[in-house]
């Protein structure tokens, strides 16, 4: 398959700077060098949705910046669409399509239509790929009826919809997503995830998604590229880091009576009385086996059987080292 983005060596350094005190009391500044991204590498290719993700200060928004052409990496080589972002820029921009969940592309104070209008020239859009647009947006992300209202009028699940369509507007080959779910409803998330899914199958285009919700990344990635102090740590299939855990078994039991529950293997999560949460693995432990223990002791109420969540496992993981 066609390489859209190949990212080689990619290294980006700040200089910051610590004021240390002399011997006599004084503030003495002094430089220091920090690296935020460390030799990453990786390709994307054409019509693939893959999934950047890490803690906090891991080096995410940094390489989202330098992908997008904001920053200027120390080292390294960046290829998206045969074109390197920060020599070709006009010609770049005109190719990808943006989401920063904390930036608005969207005009404060005049209707959201206006601003799809001010893109349409910038990019020059014809008559009919604006109105097909328009119309798909209309269709899956029910933007219609927001068109003629102030920005400043709108939800932030409403506002959101408007920028995740925007960023599609121009037919771009590639788009970067960074959080563009952060502090949404259920329905306004569903709304946008089901947008993404449904104009990745048709145009092909390709989708860079960064976030901290792993719902997102269950519901459009097959792929993910987990970046930990600078580093990538994981790149590969979703499915296969649920895998490594995909044996343990997480359970939550409402039972009649309070009883302490010591069995071998089985972990307390959490013990509010007569409220329990338990995990092991079945590879040692027979959950038939342990509900019989259970049921010896007392009633069981209500039962939910869970699988561990993924944000946990990487977590876990990348704590370990051993991902």
Request: hydrophobic share 40%.
């Amino acid at each position: 398959m066609e390489n859209s983005m190949a990212v080689r060596n990619l290294v980006k350094e700040f200089t910051i700077t610590k004021k240390n005190k002399t011997i006599k009391g004084y503030l003495k500044p002094e430089k220091a060098k920090f690296r935020a991204v460390d030799g990453i590498s990786f390709t994307i290719e054409k019509g693939e949705i893959a999934g950047l993700i890490g803690p906090n200060g891991a080096g995410k928004s940094t390489t989202i910046k330098m992908l997008t052409g904001i920053l200027m990496p120390t080292e390294g080589e960046i290829r998206i669409d045969g074109i390197t972002p920060w020599q070709k820029k006009r010609q770049f921009h005109k190719s990808i399509g943006v989401v920063f969940g904390q930036r608005s592309q969207l005009w404060w104070d005049l209707p959201v239509e206006d601003t799809f209008q001010l893109y349409r020239q910038v990019y020059g859009l014809t008559d009919r790929q604006y109105r097909n647009n328009m119309d798909l947006f209309h269709e899956i992300l029910k933007i219609g009826e927001l068109l003629h209202k102030p920005v400043r009028q709108l939800s932030l699940g409403q506002r959101m919809r408007c920028e995740v369509a925007i960023s599609f507007l121009h037919d771009p080959s590639i788009v970067f997503l960074d959080e563009p779910t952060i502090g949404l409803d259920v329905v306004a998330k569903d709304h946008i995830r089901g947008f993404i899914k449904e104009i990745n199958q048709e145009k092909k285009v390709t989708v860079l998604l960064t976030t901290h919700d792993m719902e997102d990344i269950d519901a459009l990635a097959k792929r993910m590229i987990i970046i930990d102090k600078g580093v990538v740590v994981y790149d590969g299939e979703k499915d296969k880091i649920k895998d490594r855990k995909g044996k343990q078994r997480r359970i939550r039991l409402e039972l009649g009576a309070d009883f302490k529950i010591d069995y071998p293997g089985v972990e307390i999560v959490s013990d509010d009385k007569r409220e329990k949460k338990v995990s092991f693995s079945l590879e040692n432990v027979s959950m038939k086996d342990f509900l019989h223990y259970v049921m010896e002791h007392t009633e069981i109420l209500d039962l939910e059987v869970m699988g561990i969540p993924i944000e946990e496992i990487i977590r876990e993981q990348i704590c370990k080292g051993s991902i």
